[in-house]
């Protein structure tokens, strides 16, 4: 079946650098990616619809600048965190819809900001 | 707008034991209703869904729910629950014109004791 594929699952970063996580549909095309957050014991967030070969859209109150997404190519999108502060230190997830039949969802990358 | 409604962040069962994982909904149009499993550290799996059509839906690992208009709610149920049920459960409305745009409710975590 499809196949979405997060990396890394787990990566811990010094305050101030930058971190990219990696989303990938493995056997079908997507123009549209989707990444979310959750915070410890919480739902998911939408923060943001990555698009293949434009913009990102952003939900309202997520920080462009900070959460940069490029989606380069039909089965490749990047959530790179910039100057990550331990705030940020969440669990990222990301899915990607299959013409006519469900999202998929990625194994979600757990960041720690030290 | 949509919503969801996630009754109760815990239920605790014994195994063999019914499960009974409430949800309701808010939505301004008929609204498309999804039930996802979350495992520790790990992405979201599609239990079963309700687009259309039937409002009792089966899914997977034993699992059901009815889709009650009249109530808007979509309650997730399982017969008999089983320790490897043990996780974290997710409603989810996304309405017919955008259906991969999720809109997640706060989460439900299952336990099961021998």
């Known amino acids: 079946g499809a196949v979405v594929s997060q990396h890394p699952s787990r990566v811990i970063c010094k305050s101030g650098t930058s971190v990219k996580i990696e989303c990938r549909s493995l056997?079908?095309?997507?123009?549209?990616m989707f990444w979310y957050r959750q915070f410890p014991k919480q739902s998911l967030m939408l923060m943001a619809t990555s698009n293949e070969g434009s913009k990102a859209t952003y939900e309202q109150g997520v920080e462009k600048d900070k959460f940069l997404i490029n989606h380069a190519s039909l089965t490749l999108s990047t959530l790179t965190v910039t100057s990550a502060h331990p705030e940020d230190s969440s669990f990222y997830i990301c899915?990607?819809?299959?013409?006519?039949?469900?999202?998929?969802f990625g194994q979600g990358t757990r960041l720690t900001v030290v | 707008a949509q919503s969801v409604t996630q009754l109760g962040s815990h239920v605790s069962v014994s195994e063999g034991a019914l499960v009974l994982l409430r949800c309701n909904y808010s939505s301004s149009v008929p609204p498309y209703l999804f039930w996802y499993v979350q495992y520790p550290n790990q992405g979201l799996q599609l239990l079963l869904k309700y687009t259309t059509g039937a409002t009792l839906v089966k899914g997977i690992n034993g699992f059901e729910a009815e889709f009650k208009k009249s109530e808007t709610s979509f309650h997730l149920t399982k017969p008999s629950a089983h320790m490897s049920d043990a996780a974290e459960y997710f409603c989810?409305?996304?309405?017919?014109?955008?259906?991969?745009?999720?809109?997640f409710g706060t989460g439900t975590r299952l336990q099961v004791f021998p």
């Open positions: 989810a409305v996304s309405v017919p014109i955008n259906t991969d745009k999720l809109i």
């Open positions: 899915s990607a819809p299959r013409v006519n039949t469900e999202a998929f």
């Open positions: 056997d079908f095309q997507a123009t549209t």
